[in-house]
Nanobody, 131 residues
Framework: QVQLVESGGGSVQAGASLRLSCQAS????????MGWFRQAPGKEREFVAA??????????YVADSLKGRFSISRDISKNTLYLQMNSLLPEDTALYYC??????????????????????WGQGTQVTVSS
């Protein structure tokens, strides 16, 4: 059974850090582009960060507004994707989702900034940042 399970969310004060994890199972983890998205109440789901499939030249993409505070990484041996979030702000409050898409060619395009490009989704983990 293919599954993505997020964890690590919680309620924190502004300025704190959190690390989200996404445990993948039932898929060849290294063959997928992996991404994080978030959705705040009343807003559309938005791109946070992505990492391309493993292999030569695996690349990382982070939303411009989050660069310097958020980073993405993956541990192939653990089939786990991470999102490190530092200096959290109240506006970071959202439900954070892990997503995956199989890309045999490893091709990356701006399409992958769009949540509709991803085929597999976790259930989300809530992050609440208070001022």
């Amino acid at each position: 059974q293919v599954q993505l399970v997020e964890s690590g969310g919680g309620s924190v004060q502004a300025g704190a850090s959190l690390r989200l994890s996404c445990q993948a199972s039932g898929l060849s983890f290294s063959s997928y582009h992996m991404g994080w998205f978030r959705q705040a109440p009343g807003k559309e789901r938005e791109f946070v960060a992505a990492i391309t499939r493993s292999g030569s030249g695996s690349r990382i993409y982070v939303a411009d507004s989050l660069k310097g505070r958020f980073s993405i990484s993956r541990d192939i041996s653990k089939n786990t994707l991470y999102l490190q979030m530092n200096s959290l702000l109240p506006e970071d409050t959202a439900l954070y989702y892990c997503a995956a898409v199989n890309t045999p060619s490893g091709y990356w395009s701006s399409t992958y900034y769009n949540d509709q490009a991803y085929r597999l989704w976790g259930q989300g983990t809530q992050v609440t940042v208070s001022s």
